[in-house]
Every structure is written in C-alpha cells, then in structure tokens.
C-alpha cells in the first residue's frame, strides 16, 4: 500500500468524479480550481465541491 491524495469532486451533492493524485499540492490545486464553479441543467445553475483526502492504494495503482 501507498499514500495518495483523493481528489473527490461532488455536483449538488450527487459524486461526479474522482481522481488519485501523488501529491498534496496537485489535489489543493484541482480542488481550487474546480470548487465553486457552476453548472446550468435545465433551468437550475448547480455547483461544484471538491474535497482532497489522504488514501492509501495498491502499489499498482496509477497517480497524477
């Protein structure tokens, strides 16, 4: 096992993505850059949260 960073990206409460990042710097700047940011479906504006979490992977799993 190894240490990664989960990056876990929730559309109005509902998971929209995730992704396994190598270290803490790269998941704090996706979460920067995707949180906040607002989607239009139908006739409702819906937003992006983003959280970062410490995880521990196989040593096969790849990481950003």
């Known amino acids: 096992m190894k240490p990664a960073f989960l990056l876990a990206c929730y559309l109005a409460g509902n998971p929209a993505g995730s992704m396994h990042l190598a270290n803490v ?3 704090k700047y996706f979460k920067n850059v995707l949180a906040k940011q607002s989607v239009r479906i139908g006739e ?8 970062c979490k410490l ?3 196989n ?3 790849r990481l950003y």
């Not at 409702?44 to 959280?51: A, L, Q, R, S, V």
């Open 25 to 27: 710097n790269n998941c």
């Open 59 to 61: 040593e096969a799993m």
């Open 55 to 57: 995880v521990k992977v």
């Open 44 to 51: 409702e504006n819906k937003t992006y949260d983003c959280y």
